[in-house]
T-cell receptor, first 113, second 112 residues
Framework: AQSVTQLDSHVSVSEGTPVLLRCNYSSSYSPSLFWYVQHPNKGLQLLLKYTSAATLVKGINGFEAEFKKSETSFHLTKPSAHMSDAAEYFCVVTTGGSYIPTFGRGTSLIVHP | NAGVTQTPKFQVLKTGQSMTLQCAQDMNHNSMYWYRQDPGMGLRLIYYSASEGTTDKGEVPNGYNVSRLNKREFSLRLESAAPSQTSVYFC???????????FGPGTRLTVT
């Protein structure tokens, strides 16, 4: 069984300040974890993925995430927010080659000028 | 290289009407998926196709049918549309199950 919880439905930051989007997961086996971004009225785009290699994963647009097995977390961070980062972010888990990914409910990132 | 394409982009149906949403990918991926997205619910899997010739139900299959026409194409059919099927529908593909997915731009469906 697998599940994912995004701990915040909305996160609001000022431009130039750090971003932290939190994700906890539950998985019976070694998970694969993903972060996707969805801009308004668009499809989802892969930001980064963890598949049992390095625990610190770097993605596009300056985002990165750290896999912490002991905390069952995969939080997404960025040192400095940009206005263009305003979007919906989804944390996703799959387990053991399963064809069925489980999506979190999403976190809306709001960036203020 | 268009990635994943979906048609139509928008559709309005009356209750009881039928329609088919089309999806195609040009990345030679084995697996394809249909999701619906509703506010506050994230994405919910309707059906998926692990490989050409196979289809399986996801979390919310009731009221839908699918066809994996060939490796490239995966269609979703609503036989008798209901207002509860008003949603945004996304098609996705992946090289194999458990790998990263590539999403289409979505179809915005309203059932009145």
């Amino acid at each position: 069984a697998q599940s994912v919880t995004q701990l915040d439905s909305h996160v609001s930051v000022s431009e130039g300040t750090p971003v932290l989007l939190r994700c906890n997961y539950s998985s019976s086996y070694s998970p694969s974890l993903f972060w996707y971004v969805q801009h308004p009225n668009k499809g989802l785009q892969l930001l980064l993925k963890y598949t049992s290699a390095a625990t610190l994963v770097k993605g596009i647009n300056g985002f990165e995430a750290e896999f912490k097995k002991s905390e069952t977390s995969f939080h997404l961070t960025k040192p400095s927010a940009h206005m263009s980062d305003a979007a919906e972010y989804f944390c996703v888990v799959t387990t053991g080659g399963s064809y069925i990914p489980t999506f979190g409910r999403g976190t809306s990132l709001i960036v203020h000028p | 290289n268009a990635g994943v394409t979906q048609t139509p982009k928008f559709q309005v149906l009356k209750t009881g009407q039928s329609m088919t949403l089309q999806c195609a990918q040009d990345m030679n991926h084995n697996s394809m998926y249909w999701y619906r997205q509703d506010p506050g619910m994230g994405l919910r899997l309707i059906y998926y196709s692990a490989s050409e010739g196979t289809t399986d139900k996801g979390e919310v299959p009731n009221g839908y049918n699918v066809s994996r026409l060939n490796k490239r194409e995966f269609s979703l059919r609503l036989e008798s549309a209901a207002p509860s099927q008003t949603s945004v529908y996304f098609c996705a593909s992946s090289a194999l199950g458990g790998h990263e997915q590539y999403f289409g731009p979505g179809t915005r469906l309203t059932v009145t």
